[in-house]
């Protein structure tokens, strides 16, 4: 296939989707009849795989988003902070990015495992001290349930400790960092900018 990106809408067959993720067609053919991609059929019979519904599919299974595909989804970032100032000046540092990044806000926990069920977020920030259940609480349940545990979580708190980091990382963050969140730690996460060498 090209390697121009490929619109959202576009409509692949099994044997191009398969030489986009290098994989036999037979492979994605199944994973449709199991339900796991969504496809539509011709009238003729045949399946075809929406871009945007592949790229979901990659996200849930954390399978890496071939180049043809990036621009195709927009990254759903979801930030939980009990600090409305904060909430509101990284969504300000963001606006450069909102075509490539999708941003819901919530200020608590429970809020937040609420959301993650409907707004299905790539990637999490959570603050740790936030009242009810705190952002290393919150995580450590996002990575107990199956639906969830593939989402990536950045810990933030404005009181680093060794003891918060080695917490957060034990309850499945990828990983802790002081507030303000520095915008290309979030951004690399977000898969939006090249891992440093030797990063």
Not at 95 to 106: G, M, N
Not at 159 to 172: F, M, P, Q, S, W
Request: proline residues 6%.
């Amino acid at each position: 296939m090209p390697e121009q990106n490929l619109d959202a809408e576009r409509l692949l067959t099994s044997h191009e989707v398969g030489a986009l993720l290098q994989v036999n067609p037979s492979s994605v053919k199944k994973w449709v009849n199991d339900g796991r991609i969504a496809a539509h059929r011709t009238p003729g019979g045949h399946r075809r795989i929406r871009v945007a519904d592949l790229v979901d599919f990659l996200h849930r299974h954390a399978m890496p988003i071939p180049r043809p595909l990036v621009g195709a989804s927009k990254q759903r970032l979801l930030v939980v902070d009990d600090d409305p100032v904060a909430l509101s000046t990284l969504e300000r540092r963001l606006k450069p990015h909102l075509s490539r990044v999708q941003v819901a806000l919530t200020q608590n926990g429970i809020d937040a495992l609420v959301m993650v069920g409907s707004f299905k977020p790539d990637l999490i920030v959570l603050d740790v001290y936030m009242p009810d259940l705190d952002g290393i609480e919150v995580c450590r349940r996002l990575k107990l349930n199956t639906e969830t545990r593939h989402i990536g979580v950045i810990v933030i708190t404005a009181h680093l400790t060794k003891l918060i980091e080695d917490d957060a990382l034990a309850a499945g963050a990828l990983t802790c960092v002081s507030k303000p969140l520095d915008l290309k730690v979030l951004l690399t996460h977000l898969g939006l900018l090249q891992q440093p060498l030797g990063g």
